[in-house]
């Protein structure tokens, strides 16, 4: 952690503007899921048990740069207060301001006192928020003294929000929450306890292919699902059948191959040797459904051209676990299979068993990766659960994130 965190600076009585990430799902106007919200508690607490006026300023959804009712973030306002009301045992107001910037709510911060709360309505109801447009950054600015950001999930975003507004707000710093990220996944890129082993899936190669490309030298072992690797099988000359193929990136999925290889002949032998596993086997069916005849294609065969691959067959899963068992540190994004539909889950299962039984420091990333723990009911065995799904892919990229860029060295 290179950045200065909340702990680092004197907050009381100050007023603080500090980015969260309440970008949540909404159903019938109410919160469908609270676990963004959760998961800034911790900082929000702090703040208030240390004397801090709390300014809270989220985005949610894409309302296009306008004001639009479904995306208000006032039913965040009341699950807020419920859960502060049982972090710190006593009754909590959460103010609500029905603009982030203007007279409402400069009247509303400049009114509140040490150990309150206001919620800014969603920053995305001005087009100047994804602009990073200067004027709109510097009206953020003058509701606060001290900037704060425990919004991960959005520091890839060069916006007003996370970059802008600490143009003209200082200190700016990290809240526990992005602190806690930048250490984990930091440590994964420079420091990591061997053996050090990922585990990507999901659909497409092409969301993945910077990843494995910075990966490949710091890994020890880069263990491939989902249907991203029907692309890189198929760029080995394999003939997967209706397997999801991005035909567009057959190219750079051979110089993966290529690439690969030679890490592992590099490698091969030394102290710290390089595994590049694919799936060996298969689960095939003609079509994703909960009632699909599936059947499984065993090593060294061709998958027919009717059926296409939806999981990893029983081989590679047993090929992942004993690279799982072995490891140290361990980074999974992506999963290994439909998982939402019963017949192809068991890759991702067994994975996910495995990868919270292991005993090593665990990190997961991806909206899909965290539901696939929580459905094989081990996330509370997980040592840290990301929640930046394109934050966390562009930090194991080694890309720079704006939003953590513009926080104050220590």
């Given at each position: 952690m290179s950045k200065l965190s909340i702990r680092d600076v004197d907050v009381r009585g100050k007023r603080i503007f500090m980015r969260v990430d309440f970008n949540v799902p909404l159903s019938n106007g109410r919160v469908a899921d609270d676990t963004r919200i959760r998961e800034t508690i911790p900082t929000i607490a702090y703040a208030l048990n240390n004397g801090a006026k709390l300014i809270l300023a989220s985005h949610l959804g894409r309302p296009q740069g306008k004001p639009d009712a479904k995306y208000s973030l006032k039913p965040a306002a009341e699950v807020l207060r419920i859960l502060l009301d049982e972090r710190l045992g006593r009754g909590c107001n959460v103010g609500f301001s029905t603009d982030c910037i203007g007279v409402q709510a400069n009247e509303?911060?400049?009114?509140?006192?040490?150990?309150?709360?206001?919620?800014?309505?969603?920053?995305?109801?001005?087009?100047?928020?994804?602009?990073?447009?200067?004027?709109?950054?510097?009206?953020?600015?003058?509701?606060?003294?001290?900037?704060?950001?425990?919004?991960?999930?959005?520091?890839?975003?060069?916006?007003?929000?996370?970059?802008?507004?600490?143009?003209?707000?200082?200190?700016?710093?990290?809240?526990?929450?992005?602190?806690?990220?930048?250490?984990?996944?930091?440590?994964?890129?420079?420091?990591?306890?061997?053996?050090?082993?990922?585990?990507?899936?999901?659909?497409?190669?092409?969301?993945?292919?910077?990843?494995?490309?910075?990966?490949?030298?710091?890994?020890?072992?880069?263990?491939?699902?989902?249907?991203?690797?029907?692309?890189?099988?198929?760029?080995?000359?394999?003939?997967?059948?209706?397997?999801?193929?991005?035909?567009?990136?057959?190219?750079?999925?051979?110089?993966?191959?290529?690439?690969?290889k030679q890490m592992c002949d590099q490698r091969a032998g030394g102290e710290l040797c390089f595994r590049f596993q694919l799936p060996v086997d298969h689960v095939v069916a003609a079509q994703i459904a909960p009632d699909a005849k599936t059947s499984i294609i065993p090593p060294d065969q061709s998958i027919p051209p009717d059926q296409m691959g939806l999981d990893i067959g029983p081989r590679t899963i047993e090929l992942f676990v004993q690279e799982i068992e072995q490891a140290k540190m361990i980074v999974w994004n992506g999963p290994m299979g439909v998982f939402e539909v019963s017949p192809f889950a068991k890759g991702t299962t067994e994975v996910a068993d495995a990868v919270a039984g292991s005993g090593a420091t665990t990190i997961i990333g991806g909206g899909d990766t965290v539901s696939a723990v929580r459905q094989a009911g081990v996330s509370d065995r997980i040592t840290h659960i990301s929640t930046g799904g394109g934050a966390s892919l562009e930090f194991l990229e080694g890309k720079k994130l704006p939003g953590v860029e513009a926080l104050t060295d220590k």
């Open positions: 509303m911060a400049n009114a509140l006192q040490s150990g309150q709360t206001l919620l800014l309505e969603n920053l995305r109801f001005h087009a100047e928020e994804e602009a990073n447009d200067e004027g709109f950054s510097r009206q953020l600015a003058t509701l606060a003294q001290l900037y704060v950001n425990d919004a991960f999930g959005a520091a890839h975003r060069a916006h007003a929000s996370t970059v802008g507004v600490t143009r003209f707000l200082q200190p700016a710093v990290a809240g526990l929450l992005m602190e806690r990220e930048l250490e984990y996944l930091g440590r994964a890129l420079h420091h990591p306890p061997r053996p050090f082993v990922t585990i990507l899936g999901g659909a497409k190669v092409s969301d993945k292919i910077g990843v494995i490309q910075n990966l490949m030298g710091k890994v020890d072992s880069l263990l491939i699902g989902g249907g991203m690797a029907y692309t890189l099988l198929k760029a080995q000359g394999m003939e997967v059948g209706k397997s999801l193929v991005e035909a567009d990136k057959l190219e750079v999925a051979r110089e993966i191959n290529v690439a690969a």
